[in-house]
């Protein structure tokens, strides 16, 4: 019996209606991803990238098909559900808004732990040292070097050890060198076992990808 993918998209679509304007975001995408690949999505500005990795995580609902994590129905069900799903599987890495500003590196990881299921994972310590951050462990993100907001944004990500990180720009932000820096960290995830899936415009991010998809208009044509 075949095993099930990390995640799998099923002929996305979504439609977004303004006034009498309608906008098809995605036009029938299907996606899969499996464990310990790293794969970028890459496509123009209004291709669809976000409104896909934003249905492949569950925060916004597709006008058609389906998401699945593991096996598992996330799309159409309950937000509750899809939560609870989000908590058990996922990591999220965002360009900015990772980091909670008055709390300290440590104190967002262990904030985000308080959402995940209780199961065997590295203490808060012990994870911010594999990113080699853990000096930085009491800092603000406001007291962060780019770089180090970066890892401390990808120890949120994985605060919950998930089997899935989805990241939307991680590197727009960054010089060369903290990119470089970050995508070495997201191989270093992926080769632990979990699907990485990243957005990103840079040619720098595509080249360190195991797979590339390209979308356009909706649709994935590479």
Same mark, same amino acid.
């Given at each position: 019996? +075949?095993?099930?993918? =990390?995640? /799998?998209?099923?002929? $996305? !679509?979504?439609? !977004? /209606?303004?006034a009498d304007e309608e906008t098809r975001a995605l036009r029938g995408v299907t996606v899969t991803f499996e464990a310990g690949e790293l794969a970028v999505v890459t496509g123009p500005s209004g291709s669809g990238k976000s409104t896909l990795l934003a249905c492949l995580a569950g925060l916004e609902e597709p006008t058609g098909g389906d998401v699945s994590v593991h096996g598992a129905r996330l799309s159409h069900r309950p937000e509750t559900d899809r939560a609870r $799903? @989000? %908590? @058990?599987h996922m990591g999220m890495l965002w360009q900015s808004g990772n980091l909670v500003e008055h709390l300290s590196v440590q104190d967002n990881v262990r904030l985000v @732990? +308080?959402?995940?299921?209780?199961?065997? /994972?590295?203490? #808060?310590?012990?994870? $911010?040292? +594999? &990113?080699g951050i853990a000096h930085r462990a009491t800092a603000r993100p406001s007291e962060l070097s780019g770089g180090e907001g970066a890892r401390a944004g990808l120890a949120v990500a994985l605060a919950n050890t998930?089997?899935? &990180?989805?990241?939307?720009?991680? +590197?727009?932000?960054l010089d060369s060198d903290s990119e470089a820096l970050v995508m070495t960290l997201l191989r270093d995830v992926a080769s632990g076992g979990c699907a990485v899936v990243v957005v990103s415009h840079s040619a720098a991010v595509a080249a %360190?990808?195991? @797979?590339?998809? =390209? &979308?356009?208009?909706?649709? #994935?044509?590479a």
């Open positions: 019996m +075949t095993s099930e993918p =990390a995640l /799998r998209g099923e002929d $996305l !679509y979504k439609f !977004y /209606r303004a $799903l @989000r %908590a @058990r @732990r +308080t959402w995940g299921d209780p199961h065997p /994972r590295p203490s #808060v310590h012990e994870l $911010l040292e +594999t &990113l998930p089997s899935v &990180l989805l990241a939307d720009e991680p +590197t727009g932000e %360190a990808a195991d @797979r590339v998809l =390209a &979308l356009a208009d909706g649709l #994935v044509v």
